[in-house]
């Protein structure tokens, strides 16, 4: 049996692997290989929290090749150099891995798959993130969508659902070539471990995963319309790091959910297939406009009047010390978990774009180093929705009230209770907005910001005049 390298990259599983799949399928001993080169992403390297997450993904992935008799190599140098060496050191006639999207990533994959075939290697990529691929969805002008709706709508009309594979039961040691490097040598891990408390709300790797969409699915999918919002409930998927990292496919969530599909359900998935769509769209957005992770997509903003970045008013938000607690819930919740509810997202995001007119990018770059979800396509689209800057925008005109969100989303303070236990004492109505009546909290929770950073009536105001001066409308 001749040898194959597979090559791992953001697809950490072995069920639904169409590299690993091609490489049986053609009758090759895979090789498993995973090579950690951040410095070839460019500008937008892995964040901290989630190389921790990497780490316990890669772990699982070993622990899973383990028992099917194989193993994973780990590397840390540069890939082209690694793929080509370790092809001749084990023999190996081909290397299958599967695609990535983000704009250094597809620049250098697509030179070295040119420097593989040269050496006479079989070179084959596949599609092992999406349902389509980001230039298979096309306008009637054979352009890139920049609406979400009409994006869903014509990807609906081609989507067919890779079929499902289970994991191999088992697969050859190769014992060829070069055995590569303990994991714990590539440093993911924080130190100190300031990442510790996440592990309570997380199992990386594909067991995590499958037990994350079981739990979903049997649970909060029945109510996903109406609970999605509500981040004092349990009422998402919290499938979004096991996507990212691909330790499940989109078309194994898919497949399992549509076989539930009942008329009581069917709304229901419809709602969770959308964000699917969501994420097919951001990621249709970045490889047609690959300079949006640094610039506007709108280029009317481009003379827009962000203000300057005081230190002191970013740490505030940053560590949750606004003095507006859904805003602090939520940047604490992310800190503690290295996740942040989505609602949640776009109302801190919206108080750091609108309320303190901070650029977007200074929010894209910290959720980037504290998200285990970090996803580049993901976070800026997101970032792109909150700031109005980017495709199927919110309007910046139209800014977060996130006192009125917090009544709407947290109507009995739980969740800015569980995060801002400072505010414990309060009546529940006045942990909305501590600051309208300051002798109580002062006297209930000393501790705590006296006002907001930036008054909320003031920033809106300042937000709408700014928009003004490059010709928006208002409101």
Request: proline share 8%.
């Amino acid at each position: 049996m001749a040898n194959a390298i597979v090559w791992f990259r953001n697809d950490l599983r072995l069920a639904d692997n169409p590299a690993l799949q091609a490489a049986l399928d053609a009758g090759y001993a895979p090789i498993p290989v995973y090579i950690h080169a951040p410095e070839e992403e460019g500008a937008w390297a892995p964040g901290a929290a989630a190389e921790a997450w990497r780490h316990r993904s890669l772990a699982a992935l070993d622990a899973d090749l383990r028992k099917r008799g194989s193993r994973l190599r780990i590397f840390h140098s540069p890939s082209q150099q690694t793929l080509q060496t370790l092809a001749a050191a084990c023999d190996a006639e081909a290397v299958f891995w599967n695609r990535r999207y983000e704009p250094a990533i597809e620049k250098r994959d697509t030179a070295i798959k040119s420097a593989l075939k040269h050496q006479g290697l079989r070179a084959e990529s596949h599609n092992g993130a999406l349902l389509l691929e980001p230039w298979q969805v096309a306008t009637k002008q054979g352009g890139p969508y920049k609406v979400f709706t009409p994006f869903w709508r014509a990807a609906g009309a081609i989507l067919h659902l890779q079929m499902l594979h289970d994991a191999p039961v088992a697969l050859p040691d190769v014992d060829d070539g070069p055995q590569g490097l303990p994991l714990d040598a590539l440093k993911l891990l924080p130190s100190p471990a300031w990442d510790a408390g996440f592990w309570e709300h997380w199992q990386p790797g594909e067991a995590g995963a499958r037990a994350a969409l079981d739990v979903f699915a049997e649970g909060a999918l029945r109510d996903y319309r109406s609970e999605r919002d509500r981040p004092d409930h349990a009422g998402t998927s919290r499938l979004s790091p096991h996507l990212h990292f691909g330790e499940i496919a989109p078309w194994r969530i898919a497949t399992v959910l549509l076989s539930l599909r009942t008329p009581r359900l069917a709304e229901e998935i419809d709602g969770y297939l959308r964000q699917l769509g969501w994420r097919e769209f951001a990621h249709h957005l970045l490889h047609h406009f690959p300079q949006t992770t640094e610039q506007n997509l709108n280029p009317r903003f481009a003379d827009f009047g962000w203000a300057k970045v005081s230190p002191f008013m970013r740490d505030a938000w940053r560590h949750g010390r606004t003095g507006v607690p859904i805003v602090d819930a939520g940047m604490r919740e992310l800190w503690h978990t290295g996740w942040m509810h989505n609602r949640v997202r776009m109302i801190v995001g919206s108080y750091l774009c609108k309320h303190m007119r901070y650029h977007w990018r200074e929010g894209a770059r910290w959720f980037w180093d504290t998200l285990v979800d970090a996803d580049l396509a993901n976070n800026t689209l997101g970032w792109q929705w909150i700031g109005g800057t980017g495709a199927d925008a919110a309007p910046y005109f139209r800014v977060f009230n996130p006192v009125t969100q917090a009544e709407k989303f947290d109507p009995d303070a739980t969740y800015i209770t569980r995060w801002v236990p400072e505010l414990a004492k309060l009546p529940p109505k006045l942990r909305f907005a501590p600051w309208t009546d300051p002798s109580t909290l002062a006297r209930l929770a000393p501790d705590y910001p006296r006002q907001p950073i930036v008054d909320l009536a003031r920033g809106r105001l300042a937000a709408l005049d700014a928009y003004r001066r490059i010709g928006g409308d208002g409101e």
